[in-house]
């Protein structure tokens, strides 16, 4: 499946998509991209982005669901991949940004994915 027209060519994460700026990857697949934060919180600390541009959740729609529901299933696998111990006591974070007052500074949709041993810098 291609998602060649869902980019945005002016967006940071559409061009990670497209190799056109490096990253260290954790996980890909025809719908996902996973990879680390340049400027981690957390002794771990990855981002899980759809490949379809979606600007952030405020922009889902209902055709989006599945899409929605995959990705939330994705995460605790990755996680425990990246190195989160298993819960409870390990666990980890998970965090979208939304618009200006939720601090979102990329206008691509993600979840930050957070975890290992406390204490982090932030969050
Ligand atoms: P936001 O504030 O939009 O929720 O988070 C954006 C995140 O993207 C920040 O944690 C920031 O460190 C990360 N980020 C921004 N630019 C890049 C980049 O070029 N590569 C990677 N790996 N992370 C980035
Ligand atoms: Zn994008």
Known sequence: MSHENERDPNCIFCKIIEGKIPSK???EDDEFLAFHDIDPWAPIHFLVIPKKHRASMAHLTDGDAAMMGRLMLL????ALEAGCEPYPE????????TGKNGGQEVHHLHWHVMGGPRPWLRG
Do not use: A, D, Q, W
């Open 25 to 27: 990857k954790l996980y």
């Open 75 to 78: 995460i605790p696998k990755l």
């Open 90 to 97: 390990g666990g980890y974070r998970i965090v979208t940004n």
